[in-house]
């Protein structure tokens, strides 16, 4: 999903950080559709020529995986509406529908998890998707 997202913007760089292998019982092509929602949008709101980075992590029973841009940033005022469907923040006028981070949103919450932003205006964005480590059986 990383590699597709990479092919569509070539002028930026998807650099995938996921020092260990994370394992666990989810819909795969599930989530490759919320990482890639995740990483079109960071490839969508960054400058041109900019480097979005994928990090995947574990700990305490739960991986993570974070997409990290040097975009323009969201406001306060707009984080808490982000994950609402037709919702749309468009500094840049790149377009869209609003549903992107809403089926992220749901597709995830399916899974038992949770989606979280760390942004602010002109630092870029940090979306996490925080997921349950579940072994089948």
Not at 33 to 40: A, I, K, R, Y
Not at 73 to 84: D, P, Q, R, T, W
Not at 113 to 119: H, P
Request: a negative charge; hydrophobic letters at 45%.
């Amino acid at each position: 999903m990383v590699s597709q997202e990479q092919a569509n913007a070539p002028e930026h760089t998807v650099v995938v950080r996921a020092p260990l292998a994370v394992v666990g019982f989810w819909d795969s092509d599930r989530l490759a559709q919320v990482v890639s929602n995740l990483v079109g949008n960071a490839v969508k709101y960054s400058p041109v020529v900019s480097t979005v980075f994928v990090e995947v992590s574990a700990s305490n029973g739960e991986a993570s995986v974070s997409v990290i841009d040097s975009g323009a940033g969201i406001a306060a005022e707009h984080v808490s509406k982000l994950f609402e469907r037709f919702y749309r923040v468009d500094v840049t006028g790149a377009g869209g529908l609003g549903l992107g981070l809403y089926i992220a949103r749901m597709l995830t919450d399916a899974h038992g998890g949770r989606i979280v932003v760390d942004s602010a205006p002109g630092r870029g964005s940090t979306f996490t998707v925080i997921l349950p480590i579940v072994s089948p059986g």
